[in-house]
């Protein structure tokens, strides 16, 4: 071994040793991967392994499913802390876009791409919407059984027509940060790895 290292120095060749398998690399052969010395073979087999990463048409109907769902629950359990404790915690709304980006993540099967964080973005504002819908029509049912004798239950057509046009004013500037946070925490789950093949600047 040591006479390799000899006759190789004689010869000038320098060699560096790829970051992920070791094995050696002529320099100048090597190839940077996320600012990582990698071998030719280490680079096309990351590069089978993002394809694998994308998502099929089943992956993509399983992920709106998932997303679907998290919505539901997530929504569900941000309503329900809302009526348990009759206070609006605004960061959990990160937990309907974590919860949904979950449901998206684990039903299309660990995929990622952008498609999919699309998915759980749109389900997060149908997670968020469901929670503020229940929040509405529960503190309305009583007013409209008090001022109208009007009984009203979650499902009233009456309540879920209105609904639309009352959400803006049951909106403030805070609910947009957590729309956006929910949204962030969403779109990070799903978000496809990048891989970056620039030499680092630093070299
Ligand atoms: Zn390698």
Do not use: R
Not at 142 to 151: G, M
Not at 178 to 192: D, H, M, N, Q
Request: negative net charge; charged residues 15%.
């Amino acid at each position: 071994m040591s006479e390799e290292v000899v006759i190789e120095s004689e010869e000038n060749v320098n060699q560096v040793a790829c970051q992920l398998c070791q094995s050696e690399i002529e320099e100048g052969a090597e190839i940077f991967l996320n600012g990582n010395k990698v071998c030719n073979s280490c680079k096309n087999s990351i590069e089978q392994e993002l394809k694998e990463e994308i998502p099929n048409s089943q992956n993509l109907i399983m992920g709106c499913v998932g997303g679907l769902l998290g919505a539901i629950v997530s929504g569900l359990i941000w309503a329900g802390i809302v009526v348990a404790t009759d206070y609006e915690i605004g960061y959990v709304a990160i937990g309907v876009g974590w919860l949904t980006g979950l449901g998206v993540s684990t039903l299309s099967g660990g995929k990622k791409s952008q498609s999919l964080q699309i998915v759980a973005a749109i389900n997060s504002v149908i997670g968020l919407l469901i929670a503020k819908y229940i929040m509405f029509a529960h503190y309305l049912i009583p007013v409209l059984k008090k001022q109208e004798n009007y009984d009203a239950d979650y499902f009233d057509p009456i309540l879920i027509s209105i609904f639309p046009e009352n959400v803006s004013l049951m909106l403030n500037g805070f609910d947009a940060l957590w729309v956006i946070l929910a949204l962030s925490t969403a779109y990070s789950i799903l978000a496809p790895t990048k891989l970056d093949f620039d030499k680092p600047v630093d070299e």
